[in-house]
DNA sequence: CTCGTACATTCCTTGACAGGAATATAACTG
DNA sequence: CAGTTATATTCCTGTCAAGGAATGTACGAG
């Protein structure tokens, strides 16, 4: 269950904005540190965090080190999102009808 | 940014399961929490973080709270992941080549 | 009005995580 | 080799979220 790793990379917003910053390239640590404001040692920490997550990958070059995105694992927020794009597709309204077909009493009536 | 609470609703894996449960159909919070092996108040504590986060909406039947899924909010993840999806449907292979100027060491990939 | 059911909320404790400072490590330079 | 650059790691601290136990609250039945 990888999955948690990948929910828990992108659950913080500094992370994902190093995700997001790397779609522009790739970058050095020293690099996404000031794109992002983060301290150095923050940033290094945050891409271990991603890296562990699969999500970036680094190649080393003389002192520093690259990274590079790599989306592949986002495949899997896809996936997982994939039952719930179908009902945002269907209007809410309808939505709310068709999964009332429980055992329990009828009778929408909201309030809204 | 009301996105920070969207993720941070999706990255606990119970509230997921919640999530998941809910897309087959309404339930109550007792359902849910037994269902997903949660304590009561605990159930009723990730359906508020749920419902703070726009993924639930409940419906007051009698003393009981039936919750049903709202979707919409997801689709801001989907839209988030926009970018990165059209990352994936080229090869991954062709991406790193193309990111990579220059062809150096990869990492071995710590542990897993 | 009293009781029972279904939930919500509070209090408390614990564990995970983020940020900063300082330090360690690795690689290039001369 | 010593020095510098670029990054990783450790230590410490504060914050915040999760879980459990106990309690509060709303609703309906009788």
Same mark, same amino acid.
């Given at each position: 269950? &990888?999955?948690?790793?990948?929910?828990?990379?992108?659950?913080?917003?500094?992370?994902?904005?190093?995700?997001?910053?790397?779609?522009?390239?790739?970058?050095?640590?020293?690099?996404?540190a000031?794109?992002c404001g983060l301290s150095?040692?923050s940033a &290094?920490?945050?891409?271990?965090?991603?890296?562990?997550?699969?999500?970036?990958?680094?190649?080393?070059?003389?002192?520093?080190?690259?990274?590079?995105?790599?989306?592949?694992?986002?495949?899997?927020?896809?996936?997982?999102?994939?039952?719930?794009?179908?009902?945002?597709?269907? &209007?809410?309204?309808?939505?709310?009808?068709?999964?009332?077909?429980?055992?329990?009493?009828?009778?929408?009536?909201?309030?809204?």
């Open positions: 269950m &990888s999955d948690a790793a990948l929910w828990a990379a992108l659950a913080d917003a500094h992370r994902r904005a190093i995700v997001a910053l790397l779609l522009a390239g790739p970058r050095t640590v020293g690099e996404i000031e794109e150095q040692p &290094s920490k945050h891409l271990k965090v991603l890296r562990e997550a699969g999500l970036v990958r680094v190649r080393q070059q003389a002192q520093r080190r690259v990274h590079t995105l790599d989306p592949a694992p986002m495949a899997a927020l896809d996936a997982w999102l994939a039952p719930y794009r179908k009902l945002w597709g269907e &209007s809410l309204d309808a939505l709310g009808r068709r999964l009332d077909e429980q055992p329990d009493t009828t009778e929408p009536t909201p309030k809204d």
